[in-house]
């Protein structure tokens, strides 16, 4: 079946870096998504990676793909308050169709 | 340019009730999607109409039911309202040929739904 798994809850400082992981189940997934979730507001996209990527960088985040192992790890350098969300990973699994996993709330404290 | 936008934000049903949510697409895109988000977790596919057809379901019983208008807007019904029907319905839309195969979602702010 499909499944998409995160871990709950990173808290990390102003300026550090953040990394958040997700695994996948389905091998036949094509892309690969992360969006963010702020209070009260619907999901923004972050980024995406095709599946034959290994590693896709923009401005701050950095995604990782290890197909190998269906895992998927979103880094975010200089992480700041603002950052502070509920962050996605998702997987393809129809046309245009996405299973989202719980989601990963990431605290940043000053 | 205006996003995906969603009506009403916020509603108050009882159960046995009928709910009608409203969905226009962000402009440039025809194909609209609904996703169910309950509380805590993450977004589950309801779902897609495509040219005015649903086009793929998610695992949502019969009383969740859509339509999709020839302006790509869409609507959202639920019959029979459960207390488990709570949630955060989210629209997205995109383009079928968009993005280089890759379909980005666009998501509204969702209406949230209570009932009591």
């Known amino acids: 079946g499909e499944d998409v798994e995160q871990s709950l809850f990173l808290s990390v400082r102003e300026g550090d870096s953040s990394v958040i992981n997700c695994t996948y189940t389905?091998?036949?997934?094509?892309?690969l998504y992360w969006y963010k979730q702020e209070p009260g507001a619907g999901l923004q996209l972050l980024t995406y990676?095709?599946?034959?990527?290994d590693m896709k960088q923009d401005q701050r985040l950095t995604v990782l793909l290890n197909k190998k192992d269906k895992h998927l790890s979103l880094r975010i350098a200089d992480t700041q308050t603002g950052d502070s969300a509920i962050y996605f990973c998702?997987?393809?699994?129809?046309?245009?169709?996405?299973?989202f996993g719980k989601g990963t709330m990431l605290l940043v404290s000053p | 340019d205006a996003g995906v936008t969603q009506s009403p934000t916020h509603l108050i049903k009882t159960r046995g009730q009928q709910v009608t949510l409203r969905c226009s697409p962000k402009?440039?895109?025809?194909?609209v999607s609904w996703y169910q988000q309950a509380l805590g977790q993450g977004p589950q596919f309801i779902f897609q109409?495509?040219?005015?057809?649903?086009?793929q379901r998610g695992n949502f019983p019969d009383r969740f039911s859509g339509h999709q208008f020839p302006n790509y807007s869409s609507e959202l019904n639920v019959n029979a309202l459960l207390l488990g029907d709570s949630a955060l319905y989210l629209c997205?839309?995109?383009?079928?040929?968009?993005?280089?195969?890759?379909?980005?979602?666009?998501f509204g702010a969702g209406s949230r739904l209570t009932v009591l």
């Open positions: 402009s440039g895109h025809d194909t």
């Open positions: 997205a839309s995109s383009l079928v040929t968009g993005d280089s195969g890759a379909n980005v979602l666009t």
């Open positions: 990676i095709f599946s034959n990527m």
């Open positions: 109409y495509y040219e005015e057809e649903e086009r």
């Open positions: 389905d091998s036949s997934s094509t892309y």
């Open positions: 998702a997987e393809r699994t129809g046309y245009s169709t996405l299973t």
